[in-house]
């Protein structure tokens, strides 16, 4: 089969189109044939081997996993004699990160563990399918962190890329007041995803504004926590997935002095596969409340065109590899 490798730390540059040996399924393992993997921040962080203190768990010197992908969708292949849930022939979708189960969807084949998939949601193609899992998690998993309630307000910080675009409406879902901020190019998707008032963050600075918010939840930028700080009413939980250095590595370090009980918090999320919040998100899809935002799709030997994109920081929702046919 086909699939991309990268034997050293790198740019784009580093990934090969290689051919290598079809996988057999464990006892528990699925062979999925790939039809679509989506990309995600953390390909190009494991491809760099950046931040640095990831090569603890990822190898110092020499990636220790050579493959990439975390989300892929599919046509289930054949199945290990313990799995009950798939059948040859069942579309799935799924997630994959993680040393314990290797990554990897960036191929044409997959053994993959059955708890670490779902059938295809009905509502979506297998394109779509393929942009759900790893993006939509951690939004899930966020706003589970933050305790968002109907009726509440919430402010996203970059709303417009793969994560954002699944907080805006799974937000919606939970009948929060959505404030996004985006650029002004992307004013109009992040409506439509459901944004009752956006920001455009080239015209107006959300820390300057007189307006405060039950929960924010930094996906993109550069906010330091003081800022965040000012934007959160006096009970008000700020969640924090990514963005720039300081946005990130700010609170984790001081997250639990500025939290107080009974007051403002301030936590980090860091997204774990579970296929129950999985399933629950297939719900709001099947619903219609949820739909994957797909930006660009490309074909498995153009990854590194697909990578550098990414790497751009400016995706409008996911960007996603057409493998199989
Ligand atoms: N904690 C976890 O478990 C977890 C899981 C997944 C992802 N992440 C992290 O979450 C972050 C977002 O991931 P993603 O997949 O959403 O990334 P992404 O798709 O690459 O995000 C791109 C989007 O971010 C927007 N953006 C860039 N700079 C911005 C700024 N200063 N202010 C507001 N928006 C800005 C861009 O809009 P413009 O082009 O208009 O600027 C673009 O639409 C990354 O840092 C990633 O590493 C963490």
Redesign the pocket.
């Known amino acids: 089969m086909k699939a991309i490798q990268f034997k050293n730390y790198g740019g784009p540059e580093v990934l090969e189109y290689v051919d290598l040996p079809n996988p057999t399924p464990g006892p528990n393992e699925v062979l999925v044939k790939i039809h679509a993997a989506a990309l995600?921040?953390?390909d190009w962080?494991i491809m760099r081997g950046t931040p640095y203190f990831m090569r603890l768990a990822f190898g110092l010197f020499k990636p220790k996993y050579t493959r990439l992908g975390c989300d892929l969708s599919g046509v289930v292949e054949a199945v290990g004699e313990e799995v009950t849930a798939f059948s040859v022939g069942d579309e799935v979708c799924g997630e994959v990160s993680g040393g314990e189960v290797g990554f990897g969807a960036f191929s044409e084949y997959l053994a993959v563990k059955s708890e670490r998939l779902i059938h295809k949601p009905t509502k979506l193609s297998l394109e779509e399918a393929a942009a759900l899992s790893?993006?939509a998690i951690?939004a899930w998993q966020g706003l589970k962190k933050g305790g968002l309630k109907a009726g509440e307000r919430i402010l996203i910080?970059?709303a417009?890329?793969?994560?954002?675009t699944y907080v805006i409406q799974l937000a919606k879902a939970l009948g929060a007041h959505v404030t996004a901020?985006?650029?002004t190019?992307?004013i109009d998707m992040v409506k439509q995803l459901g944004a009752d008032d956006v920001i455009d963050?080239t015209q107006t600075d959300f820390v300057q504004q007189d307006k405060q918010y039950d929960m924010v939840f930094a996906?993109?930028?550069?906010k330091s926590i003081k800022d965040y700080k000012k934007v959160l009413k006096p009970q008000g939980r700020y969640i924090m997935?990514?963005?720039e250095n300081r946005q990130l590595f700010e609170v984790m370090i001081f997250g639990g002095f500025y939290s107080k009980k009974g007051g403002q918090q301030f936590h980090?999320?860091?997204?774990k596969y579970s296929k129950s919040d999985l399933e629950a998100i297939k719900k709001l899809v099947e619903a219609g409340k949820v739909k994957p935002v797909i930006d660009r799709t490309y074909s498995l030997p153009d990854v590194a065109k697909a990578m550098a994109y990414?790497e751009e920081?400016?995706?409008?929702g996911k960007i996603v590899l057409t493998i199989g046919a």
């Open positions: 995600n921040a953390a962080h790893l993006s951690t910080n970059g417009s890329g793969g994560v954002g901020v985006c650029s190019g992307k963050y996906v993109n930028g550069s997935c990514g963005g980090p999320v860091i997204a990414l920081g400016h995706a409008r």
